[in-house]
């Protein structure tokens, strides 16, 4: 599927360029980008199992099944925008890293937040 904002070289994953990002998830990312409207650049889209392990991903990473993103932190005020708006698309799963945030679409009871580093 070719998506409006989001290229496939910048989801698919850098080791072996396998892009299986779920569309749903996709659609929700879509939104949010459009809402927001400021670019969005993609830190780590899809990731094969390989490269989520050499990077020390987690090992059910959402990543691995394309359900996940991590965009480049924005300054100031548009991380929280940027926050506000994935609780508003029903993102379940949202980072704030140090330099990045996370987004998921994982199957959770309730939807988390949380604070990470940035590796």
């Known amino acids: 599927m070719k998506y409006e904002y989001f290229s496939p070289q910048e989801i698919s994953c850098p080791c072996c360029l396998k892009n299986t990002m779920d569309d749903d998830f996709m659609t929700l990312i879509e939104v949010i980008r459009e809402e927001l409207d400021l670019p969005m650049s993609v830190t780590s889209g899809y990731r094969c199992d390989d490269y989520n392990k050499l990077i020390g991903g987690a ?3 959402w990543h691995t099944k394309g359900r996940a993103m991590d965009i480049k932190r924005p300054s ?3 991380t ?4 506000e708006l994935a ?3 029903g993102i379940r799963g949202i980072e704030i890293g140090t330099n990045h945030i996370h987004l998921d679409n994982g199957d959770r009871v309730e939807p988390i937040i949380w604070a990470g580093v940035s590796k």
């Open 59 to 61: 090992s059910r990473s």
């Open 76 to 78: 100031g005020a548009y």
């Open 80 to 83: 929280w925008k940027i926050v």
């Open 87 to 89: 609780q508003k698309h």
